[in-house]
């Protein structure tokens, strides 16, 4: 398993976000993470990465625990996450956003003209755009700039928090062309979504997150045949 | 005319001072969120370090440097002892922690130094009058005015060119992310706070010139100059600071000039009031600092 996550427990506060989750992603899969809005599919992802308060269970990456770890330190192992609403750095130049997604260490850095150029050829929409402020993109181009920023760090696995949210139909259906691509490279990919056709349709395994629990798991296949999910978003499973 | 454009250099001067403390309160305030109101006690701190090195009998330019480098350092030291460890507490804790900071340091040097001002002597060119395209304007107006700009220029290209500047800039907009870039928080905001310091330090240089003396309260009140005029910026607006500097600069030195004698008494008065009536048509200042658009 690259990524096993086990009884995790999210809390802010009095709410009680995730209740002991248990999951798992191995290297080069696509596992999707889908639910209900506020079923806590964010709340384990950025948990996983310590930006989320984690009461209990664990996180282990690689093998290694890395629930205590700070975020750098874990974005540093390989993990890391492009977060809701894509969060690229808006009075930064589409050049620097791209950068500062490979300053984490000196080897990153040395390469970093070269992931640049990279990153173009798989955003070709970003290519004219680099000397732009990122604000000023559009929501589909900021999402391919927060994806690129991320790979720049050439992470083993990538956490993708909505990456279709908010964006036109034709640009959804390019981002999943994206995530199909980045997993025949050898990306592996957690994806949480709200579109659960595309994301069945990309996916090999899926769980299905209700209230904080996991209320079904299985093979895309399996997922898709049962007409289980339907219920299950309708909390009739 | 004449008059008038001597006014506009000493306006350019002590407004350059301003805006030079003000960058160093918005860098810190940009990434941390926290006002360091220990930031005049680093200007107070340079002025003790040159004191001591020239009794030490070090030469003039090195005891200058050294000045500067104590309050960069000390910058880096009141956050990992002061700050980094309320770090996860809300702004206020962090904000009283500052006031505490303060405190102790002004006790410290009315204690361990004296109450009394100890004599710092500016260096013999400073003291004299240089023409200028047939202007007669003090030396020591004209090294703020250089020293100011080099300092501005020298911080644009640091936050611009270098990676650490970059990632300094993107911590200002959005901390989380900057982490997840797998960039060390400390690092970015020891950067901060070393980058205020080196500006409180420089400031601390252009104050002493002017007044020759540092005494324990000697960073009070530019400070709290700095403040206002990083208020009437944009709180955490970097350009917004420079603005806020320099036009309290010119309010300040219009109002010494311009002002009848009978009302001069009433000079701080009259100038906060414009800073209010500028603060009340433009409530986020006049460069305000750009949220990240979430």
Not at chain 1, 22 to 27: F, H, N, P, T, Y
Not at chain 1, 163 to 191: H, M, W, Y
Not at chain 1, 202 to 213: C, E, N, P
Request: hydrophobic share 55%.
């Amino acid at each position: 398993m690259l990524l096993e996550v086990r009884d995790l427990d999210v809390r802010y506060g009095a709410v009680h976000a995730v209740r002991g989750v248990s999951l798992a992603v191995e290297q080069g899969e696509i596992v999707a993470l889908l639910g209900p809005n506020g079923a806590g599919k964010s709340s384990i992802l950025n948990a996983c990465l310590g930006l989320a308060p984690r009461s209990g269970g664990s996180v282990t990456f690689n093998g290694a625990p890395i629930s205590r770890l700070p975020t750098e330190i874990i974005v540093r192992r390989g993990l890391t996450l492009t977060p809701e609403g894509r969060r690229v750095f808006p009075h930064l130049t589409v050049m620097e956003n791209l950068k500062i997604g490979a300053a984490a260490n000196a080897k990153l850095r040395r390469e970093t003209a070269g992931r640049v150029e990279e990153m173009l050829a798989l955003f070709p929409a970003l290519t004219d755009r680099r000397t732009q402020l990122a604000g000023t993109l559009s929501g589909g181009e900021q999402q391919m700039l927060a994806i690129a920023r991320s790979l720049m760090s050439a992470p083993q696995a990538l956490l993708l928090d909505e990456p279709s949210l908010g964006l036109a139909p034709n640009i959804v259906d390019q981002i999943f062309d994206l995530i199909a691509e980045l997993k025949r490279r050898g990306v592996t990919i957690l994806l949480v979504e709200q579109n659960v056709e595309l994301s069945l349709a990309i996916a090999d395994r899926g769980y299905l997150l209700a209230s904080g629990r996991i209320a079904l798991a299985g093979t895309t296949a399996e997922l898709k045949s049962t007409g289980r999910l339907e219920r299950a978003y309708l909390g009739i499973a | 005319m004449d008059l008038f454009l001597q006014q506009v250099v000493n306006a350019l001067s002590l407004g350059g001072t301003y805006a030079l403390l003000a960058l160093g309160l918005a860098v810190v305030f940009s990434v941390l969120g926290l006002i360091n109101f220990a930031h005049g006690e680093l200007m107070t701190l340079t002025g003790y370090a040159i004191f001591f090195a020239l009794a030490a009998g070090l030469p003039y330019p090195v005891a200058l440097v050294l000045g500067v480098l104590v309050a960069t350092a000390s910058a880096v030291v009141m956050e990992r002892v002061a700050f980094r460890p309320l770090r996860n507490s809300n702004a206020t804790v962090m904000l009283l922690s500052s006031f505490a900071v303060a405190a102790m340091l002004h006790v410290l040097f009315q204690n361990l130094i004296s109450a009394r001002p100890k004599a710092i002597p500016a260096p013999q060119f400073l003291m004299r009058n240089v023409e200028v395209l047939g202007l007669q304007i003090g030396a020591v107006q004209l090294v703020s005015i250089a020293v100011t700009a080099i300092s501005l220029l020298g911080l644009t290209l640091f936050l611009r060119r270098s990676t650490l500047g970059i990632a300094t800039r993107a911590a200002a907009s959005d901390f989380n992310i900057t982490r997840l870039m797998g960039i060390n928080a400390n690092l970015v905001i020891s950067t901060a706070f070393a980058i205020s310091g080196l500006l409180a330090g420089i400031a601390a240089l252009l104050w002493l010139f002017q007044r020759g003396s540092v005494d324990p309260l000697m960073g009070f009140l530019p400070v709290l100059k700095a403040f206002i005029a990083a208020v009437l910026g944009g709180l955490g607006s970097l350009s917004g600071a420079v603005v806020g500097g320099l036009l309290l600069g010119f309010i300040e030195v219009g109002l010494r000039a311009y002002l009848p004698d009978g009302m001069q008494a009433y000079r701080e008065a009259i100038g906060l009031t414009i800073v209010i009536a500028v603060l009340f048509f433009y409530p986020s200042g006049l460069v305000p600092r750009r949220e990240a658009v979430r």
